[in-house]
């Protein structure tokens, strides 16, 4: 003897359930720890590595990213390794690795222990822009291609309805990006620039 149901019976979407730093007041808000790190600082051949934490770190699940730096940029050139790089990679990283809007976020909150990405982002990118990238000084600005790819993925987000903030932590606050951006420092030297895009989870 054969059982129906009266009507159909909703299954699950099939999609996974994955933590993630949410904000408490807005389940659209959504936090991405960040950092660059350099090993050796001052030494002949310092090594850099950068890293994201976009969700708790559980047994048998990995939400994180780490590498280390490359010495190609995003456009192609090669550029001198830096604390300073390392840290805007990170943050590019992240904007790039999933598409955090299909997720349902609004607003993408890029958490850094660095003054340098904030301050750049947030005072000192306009000027630039209207001078040709320049300094106030004529010089050129450092990791102009960095800068100019966080731009472009900043434009490329507010297209797909995300926002993009950042958010000035102190480094205590920062120790799991810290750790595994060290650990990415010391990983196989990586020549050219390569994407890290995350389907799952």
Same mark, same amino acid.
């Given at each position: 003897?054969s059982w129906a149901p009266d009507s159909p019976?909703? @299954?699950?979407?099939?999609?996974?359930?994955?933590?993630?730093f949410i904000r408490v007041d807005d389940p $659209?808000?959504?936090?991405?720890?960040?950092?660059?790190?350099?090993?050796?600082?001052?030494?002949?051949?310092?090594?850099?590595?950068?890293?994201? &934490?976009?969700?708790?770190?559980?047994?048998?699940? =990995?939400?994180?990213?780490?590498?280390?730096?490359?010495?190609?940029?995003?456009?192609?050139?090669?550029?001198?390794?830096?604390?300073?790089?390392?840290?805007?990679?990170?943050?590019?990283?992240?904007?790039?690795?999933?598409?955090?809007?299909?997720?349902?976020?609004?607003?993408?909150?890029?958490? =850094?222990?660095?003054?340098?990405?904030?301050?750049?982002?947030?005072?000192?990118?306009?000027?630039?822009?209207?001078?040709?990238?320049?300094?106030?000084?004529?010089? &050129?600005?450092?990791?102009?291609?960095?800068?100019?790819?966080?731009?472009?993925?900043?434009?490329?987000?507010?297209?797909?309805?995300?926002?993009?903030?950042?958010?000035?932590?102190?480094?205590?606050?920062? =120790?799991?990006?810290?750790?595994?951006?060290?650990?990415?420092?010391?990983?196989? $030297?990586?020549?050219?620039?390569?994407?890290? @895009?995350g389907i799952f989870p």
């Amino acid at each position: 003897m054969s059982w129906a149901p009266d009507s159909p019976v909703e @299954l699950a979407d099939g999609r996974l359930v994955c933590a993630r730093f949410i904000r408490v007041d807005d389940p $659209e808000s959504f936090l991405i720890y960040t950092d660059g790190a350099c090993l050796g600082n001052g030494q002949v051949e310092p090594k850099r590595g950068w890293a994201f &934490v976009f969700g708790p770190q559980e047994p048998n699940t =990995t939400m994180s990213v780490n590498e280390r730096l490359e010495n190609q940029g995003p456009l192609g050139d090669y550029a001198n390794q830096t604390s300073n790089r390392a840290e805007l990679r990170a943050i590019i990283g992240a904007l790039r690795y999933r598409n955090w809007a299909s997720e349902g976020f609004t607003t993408l909150v890029l958490a =850094t222990d660095s003054e340098y990405v904030v301050k750049g982002a947030t005072e000192r990118i306009r000027a630039w822009l209207r001078r040709g990238w320049r300094k106030s000084d004529g010089a &050129v600005v450092s990791n102009v291609d960095m800068w100019q790819v966080f731009l472009g993925e900043v434009e490329r987000w507010h297209e797909y309805g995300v926002k993009i903030q950042l958010w000035k932590i102190p480094r205590e606050w920062n =120790t799991e990006a810290d750790r595994l951006a060290k650990e990415g420092a010391q990983l196989d $030297e990586e020549l050219t620039f390569k994407e890290r @895009l995350g389907i799952f989870p």
